[in-house]
C-alpha cells in the first residue's frame, strides 16, 4: 500500500534511489541560518509513522536533482518522537551562502517497504559571512582652544562576502563602548558621535548582527547570537594646553 503525500515541518528528502516528480520550488527562503547555526528537519503529515518506518532525507538542487556528492539519510523511526529528524548545520552540511533545498519520503517499515510520495522542499538560506569596519573621522582631537576641536564622527560598515536577500539587514548598536565617549546618531544607527570634553582614550565598539525579522522568518545561528561580529577603534581626547607665563632673565 502507497503511503499519501507528507507534509515537511521544516525538514525534507528525497529517494536516494531515483528521482521523484517535485513542484515548482518557492522562491522564498523557509528558514535563514548563518555560521554554525543548525535547523532540523522534521516529518509531520496525515500519515502516523510505524516503528520501523525510515524517513529518507535527500539534498537537491533548485531543480529537483540529488545534489553531487550528497549521500540520502535514512533515519529509522525508533517510535520516540525526533527519532527520525535530520539536523543540518552550516559549515558542516551547508557550506555555501545561498539556497539549500531538502526533500523527504516514507518508506513503510518491512515486509512491505512501501515508498511514499516525495515532500515539497524546504528551503534554507544560508547567509554569508560579514567584516565589520570602525572608521573615526579623526583619531583624537582637542578639548578647547583654536585648532582641532571638532569632535569626531565613528562611522561602523558591516560587508558581506556576498549580496544578501531581501529583507535580510544589519543591526547595530555600540555596546561596550567607553562610558560617557558620545551617542549614537540620531538619524543613523551605522554612525557614533563623540561628545566627551574629558581628557583621556576611548575605545568606540560596534558590533553587528544579522537581523531577518522582516522576512517573517526565523534565522538559526550559534548561540542565537545572530553571527554577532565586532569592530573598534581608538579616540583619544587631548586637553588644552595651558595659557603660558612668560618670564625674563
Known amino acids: 500500500m502507497k503511503t499519501t503525500s507528507k507534509t515537511i515541518r521544516l525538514a525534507v528528502a528525497f529517494c536516494f534511489l531515483f528521482i521523484l516528480p517535485l513542484s515548482v520550488f518557492s522562491a522564498?527562503?523557509?528558514?535563514?541560518?548563518?555560521g554554525?547555526?543548525?535547523?532540523?528537519l522534521a516529518y509531520s503529515g496525515t500519515y502516523v509513522l510505524a516503528t520501523g518506518d525510515k524517513v529518507?532525507?535527500?539534498?537537491?538542487?533548485?531543480?529537483?536533482?540529488?545534489?553531487?556528492?550528497?549521500?540520502?539519510?535514512?533515519?529509522?523511526?525508533?517510535?520516540?518522537?525526533?527519532?527520525?529528524?535530520l539536523t543540518v548545520t552550516g559549515g558542516t552540511d551547508i557550506t555555501a551562502a545561498g539556497e539549500h533545498f531538502w526533500v523527504a519520503h516514507v518508506i513503510s517499515a518491512d515486509p512491505a517497504a512501501c515508498t511514499g510520495d516525495?515532500?515539497?522542499p524546504i528551503d534554507i538560506y544560508m547567509l554569508p559571512t560579514f567584516t565589520v569596519a570602525v572608521t573615526p573621522a579623526a583619531t583624537t582631537y582637542c578639548v578647547a582652544g583654536?585648532?582641532?576641536?571638532?569632535?569626531?564622527?565613528?562611522?561602523?560598515?558591516?560587508?558581506?562576502?556576498?549580496?544578501?536577500?531581501?529583507?535580510?539587514v544589519f543591526t547595530y548598536d555600540w555596546n561596550g563602548t567607553t562610558p560617557g565617549a558620545g551617542t549614537v546618531d540620531g538619524t543613523d544607527s551605522k554612525k557614533f558621535n563623540m561628545t566627551s570634553v574629558t581628557p583621556a582614550s576611548y575605545t568606540v565598539t560596534s558590533n553587528v548582527?544579522?537581523?531577518v525579522s522582516a522576512t517573517g522568518k526565523t534565522l538559526k545561528s550559534a548561540g542565537g547570537t545572530a553571527c554577532l561580529e565586532t569592530g573598534s577603534t581608538t579616540i583619544t581626547v587631548a586637553p588644552k594646553p595651558g595659557t603660558?607665563?612668560?618670564?625674563v632673565s
Open 118 to 120: 516525495v515532500s515539497t
Open 28 to 34: 522564498t527562503p523557509d528558514i535563514y541560518v548563518c
Open 36 to 40: 554554525t547555526g543548525s535547523v532540523t
Open 244 to 247: 603660558p607665563t612668560i618670564t
Open 209 to 211: 548582527k544579522y537581523d
Open 146 to 168: 583654536t585648532t582641532n576641536t571638532t569632535k569626531t564622527v565613528v562611522s561602523s560598515l558591516a560587508t558581506p562576502a556576498s549580496g544578501l536577500p531581501a529583507n535580510v
Open 56 to 85: 529518507v532525507w535527500q539534498k537537491v538542487d533548485a531543480g529537483g536533482v540529488p545534489v553531487s556528492g550528497y549521500t540520502a539519510v535514512v533515519n529509522t523511526f525508533s517510535g520516540t518522537a525526533g527519532s527520525a529528524d
